[in-house]
């Protein structure tokens, strides 16, 4: 059942309940004394009329629960899907950060992989030659430094946050292993 179907038929019932209470009240006969309001002369009722009038009663309080269940109902489906929709727009946002992540990790890895194709090709050629190697430059050993501390970086933000809110550091030196 669609929305706007489930919206009719639930304002048709409470129609209806609000109805039914109308005409429960309109059939009371409330004989009432000005002297004393509060008495409503059931003591001076036969059984049939005390029956009658306690039946009234009790569907008009059946019909009060009934009404105010319903809507509770609709006021819970209501926030359900209104925290649904919420939720779908808070997970697309999620997608596309996570999505731009993405596209920015492959955009790096793409940049490192050609920075070490084109190291690998000189080093050929150099080989090809013989020509001695290559010295490494300063320029070399900044990407290195760089290389590092990415790569710290991102084993910095795979950390829980509880564990990484105090953790600083800094690359002061970079040896090679023999």
């Keep these: 059942m669609n929305k706007k179907k489930l919206f009719l038929t639930f304002a048709l019932i409470a129609l209806i309940a609000c109805a039914a209470v109308v005409m429960l009240f309109a059939g ?21 009329d005390r029956l009658l009038t306690g039946l009234q ?6 019909l009060v629960v009934f009404v105010v269940l319903i809507v509770l109902i609709i006021l819970i489906k209501g926030l359900k899907m209104l925290l649904e929709k919420l939720e779908q727009a808070s ?7 996570a999505a731009r992540k993405a596209e920015a990790k492959a955009r790096k890895a793409a940049e490192k992989q050609a920075k070490i194709d084109a190291a690998r090709a000189r080093v050929e050629a150099a080989q090809k030659k013989d020509a001695p190697a290559p010295v490494a430059s300063e320029t070399d050993e900044e990407e290195e430094i760089a290389a590092v501390m990415a790569a710290i970086y991102a084993y910095y933000d795979a950390m829980p946050a509880y564990e990484r809110s105090n953790l600083k550091f800094r690359v002061r030196s970079i040896k090679e292993i023999k």
């Design 91 to 97: 997970a697309g946002r999620g997608k596309d950060r």
């Design 57 to 62: 009663v009790a569907a008009i309080g059946l």
């Design 28 to 48: 009371c006969e409330m004989i009432s004394d000005p002297a004393e309001p509060d008495d409503m002369g059931i003591a001076d009722m036969n059984g049939g």
